[in-house]
């Protein structure tokens, strides 16, 4: 099992910064992939950024070249730096974990966990 915990959020004015923070701990095999979704009032959840243990990112384009997605393998931790915040920046972000693991037939198997989201405000 995996726990996840994000942290960091809060208000911002338009134009400004912030950094989130994800960890995840437990017990678990392999981390592969940590990723930060967002979801706007109304609207359904969307990826933001996603990086992989091999250090690929993956950006919305609505956030390329404002949001920076890093993470540190062997603390399990994934930090987005998000910078020219605007209004429609406004919203709940999750933090995704994927782990592989080995299933009962010791089958490669791949899972994800959401933490449980932190509020994202981008207004003056």
């Known amino acids: 099992q995996v726990q996840v915990v994000e942290s960091g959020g809060g208000l911002a004015q338009p134009g400004g910064s912030l950094t989130l923070s994800c960890a995840a701990s437990g017990s678990f095999f392999d981390i592969y992939a940590m990723g930060w979704w967002r979801q706007a009032p109304g609207k359904e959840r969307e990826l933001v950024a996603s990086i992989f243990s091999g250090g690929i990112t993956n950006y919305a384009d609505s956030v390329k070249g404002r949001f920076t997605i890093s993470r540190d393998n062997a603390k399990n931790t994934a930090i987005l730096q998000m910078s020219s915040l605007k209004p429609e920046d406004t919203g709940v972000y999750y933090c995704?974990?994927?782990?592989?693991?080995?299933?009962?037939?010791?089958?490669?198997?791949?899972?994800?966990?959401w933490g449980q989201g932190t509020q994202v405000t981008v207004s003056s």
């Open positions: 995704n974990v994927g782990e592989t693991y080995y299933d009962s037939d010791s089958r490669v198997a791949r899972r994800a966990y």
